[in-house]
Nanobody, 123 residues
Framework: QVQLVESGGGSVQAGGSLKLACAVYGYSDIILQMGWFRQVPEEERDPVACVDDYREKYVDSVKGRFTISRDNAKNTLYLQMDDLQPEDTAMYYC??????????????????WGQGTQVTVSS
């Protein structure tokens, strides 16, 4: 069983920064692809970024502002978010999949999900 636990959310003003973390518990050595998604109430869960052994991918709206990284020694995924804007306000979720190859920005690709951490950006 794999469990994902997010942390690091909070409230910031526009232009500020936050760093999210997602700790992986359980069979962490089988996790090869991970991603961050975000969701606002009554809307679909949207992709933010993903990472595998060789690459990172980002949606256009966060390129140059967000950085996804992974510390395998700590079994933790990170999302550094800089120059945050009100439109970044959402519940942020981490996701994981135990498969090789290129990571995907499709939510349906992932098997394991965390409970989410709220990010609120005020103008």
């Amino acid at each position: 069983q794999v469990q994902l636990v997010e942390s690091g959310g909070g409230s910031v003003q526009a232009g500020g920064s936050l760093k999210l973390a997602c700790a992986v518990y359980g069979y962490s050595d089988i996790i090869l692809q991970m991603g961050w998604f975000r969701q606002v109430p009554e809307e679909e869960r949207d992709p933010v970024a993903c990472v595998d052994d060789y690459r990172e991918k980002y949606v256009d709206s966060v390129k140059g502002r967000f950085t996804i990284s992974r510390d395998n020694a700590k079994n933790t995924l990170y999302l550094q978010m800089d120059d945050l804007q009100p439109e970044d306000t959402a519940m942020y979720y981490c996701a994981a999949r135990s498969a090789g190859g290129t990571c995907s920005l499709a939510a349906s690709w992932y098997t394991y999900w965390g409970q989410g951490t709220q990010v609120t950006v005020s103008s």
